[in-house]
Antibody, heavy 118, light 103 residues
Framework: EVELVESGGGLVQPGGSLRLSCAAS????????MSWVRQAPGKGLEWVAN????????YYADSVEGRFTISRDNDKKSLYLQLNSVRAEDTAMYYC???????????WGQGTLVTVSS | EIVLTQSPATLSLSPGERATLSCRAS??????LAWYQQKPGQAPRLLIY???NRATGIPPRFSGSGSGTDFTLTISSLEPEDFAVYHC?????FGGGTKVEIK
């Protein structure tokens, strides 16, 4: 059974940093693109970043480019998102997803909540 | 950049009724369109991919249609568990969502 479990969320001050993790199981992790999608409270979904199977390709939303970094460790079957210089508008639930075709996401974790506030 | 517009924002229906949700793209996306269902406090779940293919385990009352710029998600007969928010997606863009609520 495919499972994605996020961790690392919490309260962070504006300008601070946080690292989110996603532990994957139940599938061949190194054969899939992975992505992060976020959802601000009461709002819609926003794609954040994705990464290819061997970490040679990464893409970011304009809203996070230069501040967030997506990475992965295929040996540990884990996906990461480093958040730097966070802003209030980064407050959201962050979901780890498996990408199976044309950026479509077939599995989602339960999410980890990031709150940016002083 | 492509924009996806979902309508209506809210759909008020009774169990057993047919639900028709629309997703319109600002330019052609061919057939690369996904639909997700999201219930309160839960992560989204993939329902439909490539415009009309049901994802694993999705019941046949859910169907997707369309191509180019106009897409439709149809729920043929609403079950109590179908009342939720539905999102469409093309690549890195999501629509604003349609909430299907109990009338």
């Amino acid at each position: 059974e495919v499972e994605l479990v996020e961790s690392g969320g919490g309260l962070v001050q504006p300008g601070g940093s946080l690292r989110l993790s996603c532990a994957a199981s139940g599938f061949l992790f190194n054969r899939y693109w992975m992505s992060w999608v976020r959802q601000a409270p009461g709002k819609g979904l926003e794609w954040v970043a994705n990464i290819n199977e061997d970490e040679t390709l990464t893409y970011y939303a304009d809203s996070v480019e230069g501040r967030f970094t997506i990475s992965r460790d295929n040996d540990k079957k884990s996906l990461y998102l480093q958040l730097n210089s966070v802003r209030a508008e980064d407050t959201a639930m962050y979901y780890c997803t498996r990408v199976f075709s044309a950026d479509q996401n077939d599995y989602w974790g339960q999410g980890t909540l990031v709150t940016v506030s002083s | 950049e492509i924009v996806l517009t979902q309508s209506p924002a809210t759909l008020s229906l009774s169990p057993g009724e047919r639900a028709t949700l629309s997703c319109r793209a600002s330019q052609s996306v061919s057939s690369v369109l996904a639909w997700y269902q999201q219930k309160p406090g839960q992560a989204p779940r993939l329902l439909i991919y490539d415009a009309f293919n049901r994802a694993t385990g999705i019941p046949p009352r859910f169907s997707g249609s369309g191509s180019g710029t106009d897409f439709t998600l149809t729920i043929s007969s609403l079950e109590p568990e179908d009342f939720a928010v539905y999102h469409c997606q093309y690549r890195k863009v999501f629509g604003g969502g349609t909430k299907v609520e109990i009338k």
